[in-house]
């Protein structure tokens, strides 16, 4: 079952913060976190294994409550090269075999302004 | 080049024609793994590679798509018959595969943008 994120799009200007949510029906074993610019390829910016552990790096960090089946990544004082469309990828395997077959939602389209 | 390599980066093709499409992932990396990403959607689960062994082919929407890795390095994706519907990006992501220094990151190719017409 695909995850769910919200907003489907965000607005920000420059310094502005923001949050993207990622809500799963099933039990989720870890959380993946893509960003993909227009034409290119997605590229990864962090995995949560862990109920609500928060990682970081940079000003762009993220949690996971696996009691709420729900992880959100926090964006802090955005800059220009942050927009684009997150998506997060949920994993439902234990096993290191499926680390990479993820169920991604549908997307939030992020477009920051000077 | 250091990332996975996809070709070709775009192909059109007239409804009923095979098309071919081709990854070459990172050096070293056992796993292998084929996306399709509709316009405005997120990527969707097609098929999974330990090396040269297909563990996973559950996400392939028809005996139309078939995909190999037979040496456990390059993989080709192949459409028979292409319809509409199959229009659409295939991403090939690859990574390291099992083991401490994997850190479940996926490694993706830019894809190749397929149009059925």
């Known amino acids: 079952q695909q995850p769910v994120q919200s907003p489907q799009a965000v607005i920000l200007r420059e310094g502005e913060d923001a949050v993207i949510n990622c809500s799963s029906s099933?039990?989720?074993?870890?959380v993946h976190w893509y960003r993909q610019k227009h034409g290119e390829a997605p590229i990864f910016l962090m995995i949560l294994l862990k109920g609500g552990e928060q990682k970081g790096h940079d000003k762009i960090s993220a949690s996971f409550n696996e009691k709420k089946q729900q992880s959100s990544l926090y964006l802090t004082a955005s800059q220009l090269s942050y927009s684009g469309t997150y998506f997060c990828g949920t994993g439902f395997n234990a096993g290191g075999t499926s680390y990479g077959k993820l169920t991604f939602g549908q997307g939030t389209i992020l477009t920051v302004h000077p | 080049g250091a990332g996975v390599s996809q070709s070709p980066r775009y192909k059109v093709a007239k409804r009923g024609q095979d098309v071919a499409l081709r990854c070459d992932p990172i050096s070293g990396h056992v796993s292998l793994f084929w996306y399709q990403q509709a316009l405005g959607q997120g990527p969707e689960f097609l098929t999974y590679f330990q090396n040269e062994a297909q563990l996973d082919k559950s996400g392939l929407p028809s005996d139309r798509f078939f995909a190999e890795r037979p040496e456990g390095s390059v993989s080709t994706l192949k459409i028979q018959r292409t319809q509409q519907e199959d229009s659409a990006v295939y991403l090939c992501a690859s990574s390291l595969g099992k083991g401490a220094q994997n850190t479940g990151e996926l490694f993706f190719g830019e894809g190749s943008r397929l149009t059925v017409l």
């Open positions: 099933k039990a989720l074993y870890s």
